[in-house]
């Protein structure tokens, strides 16, 4: 069992930065995927970014070059580091250990708005 809590949203302007935090309760280093996914207000959940255990990394088309996911299984913490950020980012943000059919954490709103 692991539990995932996920810390750092909140309200940034068009433009800005925001670094999302995933604290696991277990160990993350046998699991081979972990991400973060996001769901808008009306719209289906959707992979944002994802980090497996061999170390690759891959990215949503609309976030690449601008999110960065980093893993560290010394802390058992998963972090998506955010900026350029657009309105239609807003969403709330899930940390997730194993992919659908894994562990999810509660979420944390990040919301970008002037």
């Known amino acids: 069992q692991v539990q995932l809590v996920e810390s750092g949203g909140g309200l940034v302007q068009p433009g800005g930065s925001l670094r999302l935090s995933c604290a696991a309760s277990?160990?993350?280093?046998?699991?081979?995927?972990m991400g973060w996914y996001r769901q808008a207000p009306g719209k289906q959940r959707e992979l944002v970014a994802s980090?497996?255990?061999?170390?690759?990394?891959n990215y949503a088309d609309s976030v690449k070059g601008r999110f960065t996911i980093s893993r560290d299984n010394t802390k058992n913490t998963v972090a998506l580091q955010m900026s350029s950020l657009k309105p239609e980012d807003t969403a709330v943000y899930y940390c997730?250990?194993?992919?659908?059919?894994?562990?999810w954490g509660q979420g944390t709103q990040v919301t970008v708005s002037s």
């Open positions: 997730n250990a194993g992919d659908v059919n894994g562990y």
């Open positions: 277990g160990n993350i280093f046998s699991i081979y995927f």
């Open positions: 980090s497996l255990s061999g170390g690759s990394k």
